[in-house]
């Protein structure tokens, strides 16, 4: 990779996963700044500069971009940005790994839906249903089923309906939760459930990790919550040889030259059921393992290409290696309820094992969870690392 040191770097989103990205970046001597309207959002503690502007601020945004003579632009992790993170790169002619056609097929759960059918992908069958609840679509609707607002994710604004007034309730939330004012209702899916991990270079497409998905079913009707993630994947080999080709038939056609993705599948009756796309560095941080097994790293490879419109990596398609090489690897998810955190112990311990390649701590103490956190990712304290010889390790 090129001495990136003294660069400028403009980046959209301040959660604690994009502090870690922040974080990295700093130590490769370039110059970071962060945008998010939260004056308290994580990431901007480690930034060098930082402006409370919302991320869909495009007109301010680029003033910021000329005003501080930026190098390059990259969207941290939040999906939402990242139609953001596009029209901010194009107005600005800085190097972006996302286009149109990708924005429109995999940064909202509608356009989600109509390129897998393009393609003969699978999606989770869904409800015809609209805000004004036509009597002729309910009744049609066969309980229990999961509302989501079309264009957000990890959780946020998604419930479980067993029945009418939950659907209402339901309907309500994602609206309020949705850029767009729009919601979708699926069939709620109670099944195996994993995550491929793609990357993206020059064209040339890898799969590079597949996870089998173990979510939590204790939290009434909110969404659930992922509390592990095992790799590889059960199913792996019939992904390999069924889905993973036409997988590449829609990323050749939606034309994805550059980047990382994340496709999530339910897996019901030896059927696979996409959903939840995120073309960008994900929160379960897939790249931590892959990094420390195959050497390649995720973070670095978007923040080069930012800055010089290539992922920077030689040699990638021997060092990918999707079945990390033998190993087994889990991430495990640490949920809290609401209230004011007291005391965390534990993690230091934890983090010397020497299974243990990472913890991601999200909270500290005195930190509050918010009732509204409860039922998506925020309401995440820690994910722990883990990579053994074995599965029974």
């Known amino acids: 990779m090129k001495d990136l040191s003294g660069k400028k770097l403009l980046i959209l989103g301040g959660n604690p996963e994009t502090g870690i990205l922040v974080n990295l ?55 939402i940005l990242v139609p953001s993170y596009f029209e901010l790169c194009d107005k600005l002619n800085f190097p972006c790994y996302a286009n149109k056609n990708i924005i429109n097929a995999l940064s909202s759960k509608d356009g989600f839906e109509k390129a897998c059918k393009k393609y003969k992908i699978k999606t989770i069958p869904s409800y015809k249903l609209d805000k004004n609840f036509s009597s002729n679509d309910l009744n049609n609707i066969k309980y229990p089923v999961m509302v989501k607002p079309v264009d957000n994710g990890g959780g946020v604004g998604m419930s479980i309906c067993f029945n009418k007034e939950e659907l209402t309730q339901g309907v309500n939330n994602a609206i309020k939760n949705s850029r767009k004012k729009a919601f979708i209702t699926e069939k709620y899916m109670d099944c195996d459930d994993i995550v491929a991990y793609y990357t993206f270079q020059d064209g040339e497409i890898f799969l590079s990790a597949i996870a089998d998905r ?38 050749k056609g939606l034309g994805i030259k550059n980047g990382v993705l994340a496709i999530q599948f339910f897996v019901e009756n030896n059927d696979f059921f996409a959903y939840d796309p995120g073309f960008r560095l994900q929160g379960e941080a897939m790249h931590i393992h892959i990094n420390y097994i195959n050497g390649f790293d995720h973070r670095l490879m978007l923040i080069n290409y930012a800055l010089t419109g290539s992922m920077g990596v030689k040699g990638l398609k021997e060092k990918n290696d999707f079945l990390f090489l033998g190993n087994h690897c889990c991430t495990l998810w640490v949920l809290l309820n609401s209230g004011i955190i007291k005391n965390i112990f534990g993690l230091k311990k934890i983090e010397k094992d020497s299974s243990v390649i ?26 722990i690392y883990i990579v053994s010889k074995t599965k029974e390790e």
């Open 214 to 251: 173990i979510t939590t079913k204790k939290q009434g009707i909110l969404s659930p919550v992922c509390i592990a993630s095992v790799y590889p994947s059960k199913h792996h080999l019939k992904y390999k040889s069924i889905i993973h080709p036409m997988m590449i038939k829609m990323f």
């Open 25 to 79: 970046a700093n130590k490769l001597g370039i110059y970071t700044i962060v945008v998010d309207p939260n004056p308290n959002a994580p990431a901007k503690v480690y930034a060098k500069k930082y402006y409370n502007i919302d991320g869909f601020d495009i007109e301010n945004l680029i003033k910021v971009a000329n005003d501080e003579e930026i190098d390059g632009i990259l969207v941290g992790v939040a999906d």
């Open 358 to 383: 990472f913890i991601m701590q999200r909270f500290n103490e005195g930190d509050e969870v918010l009732k509204n956190m409860v039922g998506n990712e925020k309401q995440v304290l820690a994910r």
